[in-house]
């Protein structure tokens, strides 16, 4: 396939970067189908997946005819194709498509009539459209691969986005366990207080009481005593748990704002980290926007 005239659709960007857009370039050419050469044109795909960009050629190609598109040694051919973009009437379209290092490379020639090309030196008014449309079909083409990088970028800073709010909420939500415990340790404190105050009154209420009990003679009023005495000694069973719920309460407590306590600084030193993260990310991310953008220019 020997080049004659190239036309570079769109410049070399002062872009740095393995990832930046790479120019679509679309040229005079020629086409080998069998033993014949024909004339025709070819243009670059950049970073184009081979086999995706393969099967919407030929369904391009097909769509709108029920002419299908005949493959052999790689050289595709098809007629009566109805490409209005390019002439009202059927064409007969010869094509190849070769994988480059990174890119592919799609060579056609259009037969508007037969043995008549579309092509520069014909001066045919197709020319230009056939070259547009070659240049829409690698521009899409490359947007497809670049929207897809620009996806999977923007997918990746919305996942750090994610995980930054969930360590965002976790810290908060250690710091309100933190407020909860505290109240809780100071409710139960004085509780505990309360209770050993029950405690005291009714210890002595059952001195009293069991005094008196042993200086009564048997009798209702002896049995009546020692079921007051059964009753307090119900209420001192009852402050007695209390009080020890209280204490596993407070300690459980104390415990949990250990840990939180802990933990705050480790979520604090993570959220940095993702932070950073996030910072890089928003700028690899932009790169593959601003790359898809100028692709959209082309």
């Known amino acids: 396939m020997k080049l004659k005239i190239t036309l570079t659709i769109f410049g070399i960007f002062a872009f740095l970067g393995i990832n930046a857009q790479k120019p679509i370039t679309i040229s005079d050419d020629t086409l080998q189908i069998g033993k014949s050469v024909l004339p025709g044109m070819s243009v670059t795909i950049p970073e184009a997946d081979y086999d995706k960009a393969l099967k919407t ?8 005819t029920k002419s299908k598109v005949v493959t052999e040694n790689g050289e595709m051919s098809i007629f009566g194709a109805r490409i209005k973009a390019i002439s009202p009437n059927q ?3 010869y094509s190849k498509l070769i994988r480059l290092d990174s890119m592919s490379q799609l060579f056609a020639s259009f037969e508007t009539k037969k043995d008549q090309y579309i092509e520069r030196s014909s001066g045919e008014p197709e020319y230009a459209k056939a070259q547009d449309f070659l240049k829409e079909f690698a521009k899409n083409q490359y ?3 670049a929207k897809g990088q620009a996806d999977a970028e923007e997918k990746r800073l919305r996942d750090l986005q994610r995980e930054l ?3 965002e909420n976790e810290k908060s939500k250690m710091q309100k366990g933190i407020q909860t415990d505290n109240s809780t340790i100071s409710s139960e404190k004085e509780n505990i207080t309360i209770m050993n105050n029950e405690l005291n009154t009714v210890n002595a209420a059952i001195i009293e009481q069991n005094s008196l009990l042993t200086s009564m003679e048997d009798g209702p009023a002896k ?3 020692a079921e007051q005495i059964k009753e307090l000694e119900k209420r001192k069973k009852k402050a007695q748990n209390a009080i020890e719920s209280s204490e596993k309460k407070i300690n459980k407590s104390d415990s949990d704002i250990n840990q939180a306590t802990g933990d705050i600084p480790r979520n ?3 959220q940095e980290k993702v932070r950073e993260q996030i910072f890089q990310q928003e700028a690899v991310y932009q790169r593959f926007a601003d790359k898809l953008k100028k692709i959209k220019s082309y």
């Open 91 to 93: 064409i007969n379209v």
């Open 268 to 270: 604090e030193r993570m």
């Open 57 to 64: 050629w030929i369904r391009d190609l097909q769509t709108g």
């Open 143 to 145: 947007i497809e691969v």
């Open 223 to 225: 049995k009546e005593k």
């Open 165 to 167: 709010s969930s360590l």
